[in-house]
């Protein structure tokens, strides 16, 4: 990163970032970089990075392509499903149509049934995720993660020692390392950027097409915060705090961080795959067994297709303590019917257990929900 650049140039770098990869990822091809299309935060990186793969994210966010994904998907299906399926079959997403590999896990049923469709326009392997946290799951999922680095393996013509999966897991942790000091300045308060600030930083990390993740570029992005929060931080304001829950956000769904942010309050933090769900935890380095230690990390994320979750209410726990946060708001996606279930116990157990107003809104795709999605925050807000 340019460090003679100011804050809202970076800032706004991020925010561009998927749109730049939009062209780049012509460029990687062309070099003969394999390109792995995701869909989840399931799916273990380490394994893309020894195979010297770029990695791209899939999940699409805008209602463009939800009408031709709706002549062979259900209209009631989630709309990350129907948009994601709506791009592929479209070819108007470049990172589909440049995908050598696509990567989808047994997660929820309409995702798991939908990649049988999108097998019949590229290559697709699904990785076969137990929906349990238990000893049992544990030697499945390690299987599985092995199946996936054989696919690799065998696609891309490379060989994937356990020696290059260590490094793998060495460059990853550096990563989480930066972007968790990155996401810890929101502890802060008030807070040193806006809650879209943090997301687009996030999100647009995520978009970076380097294979070795450059956790340099976030370092130099947390000093330039501090050094800007000295000189300014007599005249920041603080704010209800809130934290996102639920079901990932971008594009679209960015209606709703704005929901908050218009109404008064900041995002301090996101406890879905945005934010610490995806980051929170470390492989474990000291493992000696390199898939054991990456089948047990990436089992242990907690979302709402794991039954029972009791991870992800140890995370939330910890979130809420640490950014003292006022208020929990979850998004959940019209349909995504783990989510909407969870919701309820999510709700009992922040409001009766953490002591903290909770609130969640459903929404989807369009832009037709924001005047009523401001008004349900801003009384949120209010009351907080
Ligand atoms: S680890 S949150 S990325 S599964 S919203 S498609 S669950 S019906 S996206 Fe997710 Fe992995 Fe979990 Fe994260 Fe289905 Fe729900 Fe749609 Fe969803």
């Given at each position: 990163?340019d460090?003679?650049?100011?804050l809202?140039?970076?800032?706004?770098?991020?925010?561009?970032?998927?749109?730049?990869?939009?062209?780049?990822?012509?460029?990687?091809?062309?070099?003969?970089?394999?390109?792995?299309?995701?869909?989840?935060?399931y799916?273990?990186?380490?394994?893309a990075?020894?195979?010297?793969?770029?990695?791209?994210?899939?999940?699409?966010?805008?209602?463009?392509?939800?009408?031709?994904?709706?002549?062979?998907?259900?209209k009631?299906?989630?709309?990350?499903?129907?948009?994601?399926?709506?791009?592929?079959?479209?070819?108007?997403?470049?990172?589909?149509?440049?995908?050598?590999?696509?990567v989808?896990?047994?997660?929820?049923d309409?995702?798991?049934?939908?990649f049988?469709?999108?097998?019949?326009?590229?290559?697709?392997?699904?990785?076969?995720?137990?929906?349990?946290q238990?000893?049992?799951?544990?030697?499945?999922?390690?299987?599985?993660?092995?199946?996936?680095?054989?696919?690799?393996?065998?696609?891309?013509?490379?060989?994937?020692?356990?020696e290059?999966?260590?490094?793998?897991?060495?460059?990853?942790?550096?990563?989480?390392?930066?972007?968790?000091?990155?996401?810890?300045?929101?502890?802060?308060?008030?807070?040193?950027?806006?809650?879209?600030?943090?997301?687009?930083?996030?999100?647009?990390?995520?978009?970076q097409?380097?294979?070795?993740?450059?956790?340099?570029?976030?370092?130099?992005?947390?000093?330039?915060?501090?050094?800007?929060?000295?000189?300014?931080?007599d005249?920041?304001?603080?704010?209800?705090?809130?934290?996102?829950?639920?079901?990932?956000?971008?594009?679209?769904?960015?209606?709703?961080?704005?929901?908050?942010?218009?109404?008064?309050?900041?995002?301090?933090?996101?406890?879905?795959?945005?934010?610490?769900?995806?980051?929170?935890?470390?492989?474990?380095?000291?493992?000696?067994?390199?898939?054991?230690?990456?089948?047990?990390?990436?089992?242990?994320?907690?979302?709402?297709?794991?039954?029972?979750?009791?991870?992800?209410?140890?995370?939330?726990?910890?979130?809420c303590?640490?950014?003292?946060?006022?208020?929990?708001?979850?998004?959940?996606?019209?349909?995504?019917?783990?989510?909407?279930?969870?919701?309820?116990?999510?709700?009992?157990?922040?409001?009766?257990?953490?002591?903290?107003p909770?609130?969640?809104?459903?929404?989807?795709?369009?832009?037709?929900?924001?005047?009523q999605?401001?008004?349900?925050?801003?009384?949120?807000?209010?009351?907080?």
């Open positions: 990163m460090l003679v650049k100011e809202p140039e970076v800032f706004e770098e991020f925010a561009e970032q998927r749109k730049q990869s939009f062209l780049k990822v012509k460029e990687v091809k062309e070099q003969g970089t394999p390109v792995v299309g995701v869909f989840c935060t799916f273990p990186h380490e394994l990075i020894a195979a010297e793969a770029v990695v791209v994210s899939l999940c699409s966010t805008s209602d463009e392509t939800i009408p031709d994904a709706e002549r062979v998907l259900p009631t299906l989630c709309p990350l499903i129907k948009s994601s399926f709506g791009f592929a079959i479209t070819d108007k997403c470049p990172f589909f149509y440049f995908s050598d590999l696509v989808g896990e047994t997660t929820c309409g995702k798991k049934k939908m049988e469709y999108m097998g019949e326009l590229k290559p697709v392997h699904v990785m076969h995720l137990p929906d349990k238990d000893e049992a799951s544990l030697v499945l999922w390690k299987q599985e993660v092995k199946k996936m680095a054989d696919v690799l393996s065998e696609k891309f013509d490379v060989e994937i020692t356990e290059k999966l260590k490094k793998a897991v060495y460059y990853r942790n550096e990563e989480r390392k930066a972007l968790k000091q990155f996401y810890e300045l929101m502890k802060l308060n008030p807070a040193p950027m806006t809650g879209e600030e943090l997301f687009n930083v996030l999100y647009g990390n995520t978009f097409l380097d294979i070795i993740p450059n956790a340099q570029r976030i370092y130099d992005l947390v000093d330039k915060i501090k050094a800007e929060y000295e000189e300014k931080k005249t920041l304001q603080k704010k209800p705090r809130i934290l996102i829950t639920g079901c990932p956000i971008g594009g679209a769904t960015v209606k709703v961080i704005r929901a908050v942010e218009e109404n008064g309050g900041i995002v301090v933090t996101y406890e879905n795959c945005n934010g610490a769900k995806q980051i929170d935890e470390l492989v474990d380095e000291s493992n000696p067994d390199v898939y054991d230690a990456i089948a047990r990390r990436y089992l242990n994320i907690g979302c709402s297709v794991m039954s029972p979750n009791p991870n992800r209410k140890v995370l939330l726990k910890k979130l303590e640490e950014y003292q946060v006022d208020g929990v708001l979850e998004m959940v996606l019209q349909a995504c019917h783990t989510y909407n279930v969870e919701s309820y116990s999510i709700g009992k157990f922040v409001r009766e257990e953490l002591g903290i909770y609130m969640s809104v459903e929404t989807d795709y369009s832009q037709s929900d924001k005047g999605l401001s008004t349900r925050v801003a009384a949120f807000i209010e009351m907080l």
